[in-house]
């Protein structure tokens, strides 16, 4: 099950309205209309709100967490947080950096990406069609996700097993550190852009069949 987060995709939620929270309450619902344990999977920033959610949701019913070329939090880090961290240098192609190509509303609460910059920083292995469809649904990102802290524990989300799926050639950020900066399972290297769901799905899939099989051992267990 692939959700729209609120403001995102077909989700008509005005970006000025939505919060960290209305995020991780969406996972929430969409986690519970499943039967069983689930695994939850985030792309980029999103691997904040799957942490907060799974803090949150009934002990046991997440099974696994994956992080892909996401940022991975530690309790009260933030997507932006965690760029100072880390700080990367221009892509020695493009000269520019992903928050370098950030483009602020005049009032500073959400924000939209150059969509000259975009090919190279995040789909340069991409299709053009592919490439043509991410441009055409990018849309605005609201600021107040990304500089809302995560409050997570070691009872709850540190103890559900983690994955780390590192975009190895990635020229939107280096995640190289973020990928061991919280324990995980298991950390895999993919050969991709930013965007691998685009570029190589299949050996995408594979890892994520890797992972599932995994989870479901850890659940048998």
Same mark, same amino acid.
């Given at each position: ?96 950096? +992903? ?26 292995? !991409? ?19 990304? +500089? ?13 097993? *983690?994955?780390?799926?590192? !975009? ?6 280096? *995640? ?7 324990? !995980? *399972? ?36």
């Amino acid at each position: 099950m692939a959700i729209d987060l609120p403001g995102h995709g077909q989700d008509s939620t005005p970006i000025a309205t939505v919060t960290f929270e209305d995020y991780v309450n969406k996972i929430i619902d969409a986690t519970n209309s499943v039967q069983g344990p689930v695994i939850l999977l985030g792309h980029s920033s999103g691997g904040t709100p799957i942490a907060q959610a799974a803090e949150w949701l009934t002990s046991g019913k997440v099974a696994s967490l994956v992080f892909l070329d996401a940022f991975m939090p530690r309790n009260g880090e933030t997507v932006f947080s965690i760029v100072e961290k880390y700080p990367n240098k221009p892509d020695e192609n493009t000269g520019a950096t +992903l928050a370098e190509s950030v483009i602020l509303s005049p009032d500073k609460k959400s924000s939209t990406l150059d969509l000259d910059k975009v090919q190279e920083l995040l789909y340069h292995d !991409c299709s053009e069609a592919d490439v043509a469809f991410a441009k055409a649904n990018l849309g605005a990102q609201p600021m107040i996700t990304q +500089l809302t802290p995560v409050s997570v524990s070691e009872e709850n989300y540190g103890a559900i097993p *983690k994955f780390y799926i590192l !975009c190895t050639e990635a020229k939107d950020f280096n *995640k190289t550190q973020i990928s061991t900066s919280v324990a !995980c *399972k298991k950390v895999y290297n993919l050969q991709s852009s930013h965007s691998p769901f685009f570029s190589m799905p299949d050996k995408l899939l594979q890892k994520l069949n890797d992972i599932y099989e995994q989870s479901m051992v850890i659940v048998a267990d």
